[in-house]
């Protein structure tokens, strides 16, 4: 077994997390993202190409003594933004200020985030796609010149004052970079796409947080977790905490691969990882619409789900997997989804794409 973790995120973390026999429900993790995310790159799993790059770009900055050009990361939930972001900050040893799209409602709160900022501080802006729009023409003048522009008074007699802002480093994260105007894409000097970690790695992945949270895993444990990770790290975690709280109650000293099967099932997680949400939409598509086409609103309508959701959690995986084809008529289940499910094609899947 191959443990690479960091000391940092393991003091202490064993008899701690094994007195929180968590309740919640599958999906639904409170906040428990902190206790097993890496604090350096070093502990960050997989990904390699980015992470060199990522190295680099910090080295660089380093060697030059200027806080470094500003970052988008991209990709899907869960894949490790907000920790790469808390990773930059660290390995820079600067603070970092966390904000959100949503959190900011007026340009004016923007600007006051923007103006109490340290010279080299990192500031995060999580799912940035959601920033106001007057927020995020203030964000690009600021990125670009450090710089912004202080509205005083109201009305014809408003007057703007400049004020000089200090280097900063702005991290933004978005799990739909399509959303984002490219004037404000084109003022990040680095784009981080993340992208579905592959089994191998989230093997690693759960041999890192089983260490961390004190669950002995068997040979061939944390591989079938990892397939049932649907390629993303904070599922992988909680499929994890899952199979702890049925060793803890089953008084195992070691887990082994036929306990992680019967723990997952029980929790609806079928072989290839797909839940609940998952098979409610490939059902749906199927049944109730012959295999599709069927546009995103009444699928997400059917499934009763936020369309936000069923795009972003729910399809990447689908697609990535050749569940599911999103084409500009809607969504299609291949002949792959139809056989998952159990059942024959209807239709030739190949000519409605
Ligand atoms: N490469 C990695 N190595 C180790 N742990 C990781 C890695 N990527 C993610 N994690 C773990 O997965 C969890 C989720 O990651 P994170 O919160 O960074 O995702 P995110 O991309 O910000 O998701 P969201 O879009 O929902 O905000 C974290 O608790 C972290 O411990
Ligand atoms: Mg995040």
């Known amino acids: 077994m191959t443990m690479e973790y960091d000391a940092q995120t393991n003091t202490g973390a064993n008899e701690e997390s094994l007195r929180m026999v968590s309740a919640a429900p599958i999906g639904n993790e409170p906040v428990s993202d902190e206790e097993l995310r890496p604090h ?5 799993i997989g990904q390699p190409l980015l992470k060199a790059q990522l190295q680099l770009f910090l080295d660089a ?3 030059r003594e200027v806080p470094p050009d500003h970052i ?4 899907p939930p869960g894949l490790g933004k907000t920790t790469l972001a808390m990773i930059v900050a660290n390995e820079l040893g600067v603070p970092i200020r966390v904000t959100s799209g949503p959190a900011i409602q007026h340009a004016g709160d923007l600007a006051s985030i923007l103006s109490s900022l340290d010279t080299g501080e990192v500031l995060f802006i999580d799912e940035i796609h959601r920033l106001p729009r007057a927020a995020e ?3 690009y003048i600021a990125m670009e010149d450090f710089r912004v522009d202080v509205m005083v008074g109201k009305g014809p007699g408003a007057t703007s004052i400049p004020l000089t802002l200090p280097r900063f480093t702005a991290i933004g994260a978005t799990t739909r970079e399509g959303m984002l105007p490219s004037p404000l894409r084109a003022r990040f000097g680095f784009t981080a796409h993340l992208d579905f970690y592959p089994h191998g790695e989230l093997e690693k992945l759960i041999e890192r947080s089983s260490a961390v949270l004190g669950v002995r895993l068997g040979e061939g444990a944390a591989y079938e977790m990892a397939v049932r990770s649907r390629g993303t790290p904070r599922i992988a975690n909680r499929l994890l905490r899952r199979v702890r709280d049925w060793a803890i109650v089953h008084d195992l000293d070691e887990v082994g691969p036929d306990d992680v ?4 099932e029980l929790y609806q997680i079928d072989a290839e990882g797909l839940d ?4 409610a939409v490939l059902d749906a598509i199927v049944r109730q619409f012959n295999g599709g086409p069927v546009g995103l609103n009444t699928l997400s309508a059917m499934v009763g ?3 936000e959701t069923v795009e972003t959690v729910c399809e990447p995986y689908l697609v990535r997997e050749g569940f599911l084809l999103r084409t500009p008529k809607g969504r299609i289940a291949t ?3 139809w056989a998952h499910l159990g059942l024959e094609p209807q239709s030739d899947v190949s000519k409605l794409a």
């Open 40 to 44: 350096a790159l070093d502990g960050f």
């Open 61 to 63: 900055a380093r060697k």
């Open 72 to 75: 988008l990361l991209a990709g």
């Open 137 to 139: 023409e203030l964000l």
């Open 261 to 264: 099967r019967e723990a997952l």
């Open 276 to 279: 609940r949400l998952d098979i």
């Open 305 to 307: 789900e936020e369309s």
């Open 335 to 337: 002949g792959k989804a």
